[in-house]
Nanobody, 125 residues
Framework: QVQLVESGGGLVQAGGSLRLSCAASGRTFSRYNMGWFRQAPGKEREFVAAISGGVGRTYYGDSVKGRFTVSRDNAKNTVYLQMNSLKPEDTAVYYC??????????????????WGQGTQVTVSS
């Protein structure tokens, strides 16, 4: 069982930055692929970024490439999402998730088996 707790959301003006954190329980955190997804009102949940276990290879959705950076600190069992140059269309609830199957990194939400509660990010124009 893995528990995830997200933090760092809030209200920011367009062009600003936020850093989300996701603290995970579990002794094998470093081996898990971790993902970030977001869901805006009336829209489907969207892949944002992912980082692999082990070497920490990163992957990004097209809408955030060049603006967002995913990273992890295995000593702290924490994954981060640094969000720069934020736009109003980035407004959503952001979720972190764990894929505990130790396979290839996935961009589909059904591949992830543990989810955080979500944190709201609101970008004003």
């Amino acid at each position: 069982q893995v528990q995830l707790v997200e933090s760092g959301g809030g209200l920011v003006q367009a062009g600003g930055s936020l850093r989300l954190s996701c603290a995970a329980s579990g002794r094998t955190f470093s081996r898990y692929n971790m993902g970030w997804f977001r869901q805006a009102p009336g829209k489907e949940r969207e892949f944002v970024a992912a980082i692999s276990g082990g070497v920490g290879r990163t992957y990004y959705g097209d809408s955030v490439k060049g603006r967002f950076t995913v990273s992890r600190d295995n000593a702290k069992n924490t994954v981060y999402l640094q969000m720069n140059s934020l736009k109003p269309e980035d407004t959503a609830v952001y979720y972190c998730a764990v894929d505990s199957t130790l396979g290839i990194v996935a961009t589909k939400q059904y591949a992830y088996d543990y989810w955080g509660q979500g944190t709201q990010v609101t970008v004003s124009s």
